[in-house]
């Protein structure tokens, strides 16, 4: 049963509460669009999915379907259920945010996943203590055999999708990344839409 489905526009954040148990499916509509993914405790913000916490509980620098990711006090905070995609998604690397795109050459304000997580919990009357780093879901990046972070455009395809269920109540926020400058979001350097759905619990 559905309860609950929206938009992820191009460019911008949106949150999403979930209840404990509750499941929710995550879209690449066109298939070339990275989301970068933050999860909070619903009943205390300083307590967020964290990228660092899941590589050492894991061992691992990706993660899949059977995964659980980890908050920063090393809890269980989302379970990785299903995956249609082939499977590239990043744990590595910080939100882009206007230092980044100041880096690219911008010389104004560009749009980045910093500032849409901070904008989307500001809707929900949130303020984080910081950023952590995101959940890339279908960001591309490898490690090259001297330890090169190496960005690729994505290999998903229109209308993959991935199943995260809550350990806990949430608050989770998603980013459609805004870069348009690198081919992380696909050759064209054209953000797109997502969409989301909200399941009943697994």
Known sequence: MTDLSGLIPARHGKAVPLRR???IEVINTHGNQVLDTWAFNADDISEAMSME???SVNSRIYVKA??????????PILR???DTSPGRHDILLCACNQAVYTELGCTSYHRNCQDNLLEALKEHGAVPSGVPSPL???MNVRVG???EVLR???VSRPKDSVQLAAEMDLLMVFSSCPQDITPINGPTLTPSDAH???LAGA
């Open 80 to 82: 990785f259920l299903k």
């Open 66 to 75: 059977g995964d659980r990711l980890y908050s920063s006090q090393r809890r």
């Open 196 to 198: 989301y759905r909200v």
């Open 152 to 154: 690729s455009a994505p």
């Open 136 to 138: 890339n879901l279908f």
């Open 53 to 55: 916490h899941t590589r």
């Open 145 to 147: 055999p001297d330890g």
């Open 21 to 23: 148990g509750e499941v």
